[in-house]
């Protein structure tokens, strides 16, 4: 007999809608053969069983995943859809417990960036930090505010702004220089700072320094400004390139961005510097796993080298 207690947590488990992960992985298996029988074979149990553990993964959602024929099965439409998810879900259980349980953790290595900083940094440096360290996989993540909360662990995060409310530890990188950017008929029309009003204007809505920082900075006054906002400056210089406006360069993480959309600087040598700077921060240095103190010493070295490299 089973007490209050008991019967109260059944009835929660069987009203959730998130189902045992043995039939997901039996799921997976049955939709990737589009069989029961080479399912079976591959997961060590019998057709029957697969059989069984499908078709109660399928009452449990209330739907039907498989069309059964006869000697094969198909996803239907709802199985197809929901398949790409499963998938997904079981290669990260897969991966976080391999890299922080398994064999190999030791060098297995979770990093989360700012979006900007990913994008115009870290991909730029990919080859050459796996080609030094061949042996660590690293598992990157991005985001795209950059006091986004952390997703799941990481050893290591590269934030904009200040450290303090990222990390008790970290490493200054380097900051931003900010300078107008646009098509190049456009910027061809800009003579002075004061002709830059004549076009709409984007700004980052995520940035402190922005356009008005940089009137501030030059001695304009902005009264008749025209914004447009996008989230981050990839998008930014994207609507830059379709001709939107005049964007801002955040020299050098936006160097990559302004490159692959065929921007240039409306007036050269007008440039300002940002408010804030990038930062590596962790919780305690002495404590960093080896492939984090590798990643460490890489990144310190190929920033320096990137904060003084021309676009």
Known sequence: MLDAEAKLCLACDMSTPVPSLN????????????????????LNMSAAAVSQQVKALEERLGAPLFARHAHAVTL????????????????????????????????????????????????????????????????????????DAPQGFSDLRIVFGSPQVHGAEGDKLFGERLFPVARPEIAARIEGPQDLLMHRLIDVSTHRAGWPHVFDALG????????????????AMALAREGAGIALARAPASDKAMSEAGLVACVPGLEVPGREAYHLVYA?????????????????DWCAAMAERPL
Do not use: K
């Open 220 to 235: 304009v006054l902005p009264g008749a400004a025209r914004y447009v906002f996008a989230d981050n400056t990839i998008m």
């Open 284 to 300: 305690d240095r002495a404590a960093l796993r080896p492939p984090a103190r590798a990643f460490r010493d890489w990144l310190l």
């Open 23 to 42: 039939w997901l992985r039996v799921f997976e298996a049955a939709a990737r053969c589009e069989s029961f029988s080479r399912a079976a074979g591959e």
């Open 76 to 147: 239907t439409a709802v199985g197809r859809a929901y398949l790409p998810g499963v998938q997904q879900a079981l290669l990260t259980l897969q991966t976080t417990t391999e890299g922080l349980f398994g064999a190999a953790r030791s060098q297995q290595l979770y990093v989360q960036s700012v979006l900007l900083f990913a994008h115009g940094i870290l991909s730029r440096g990919f080859a050459a930090f796996t080609d030094a360290h061949p042996d660590i996989t690293l598992s990157l993540r991005s985001a795209n505010d950059p006091f």
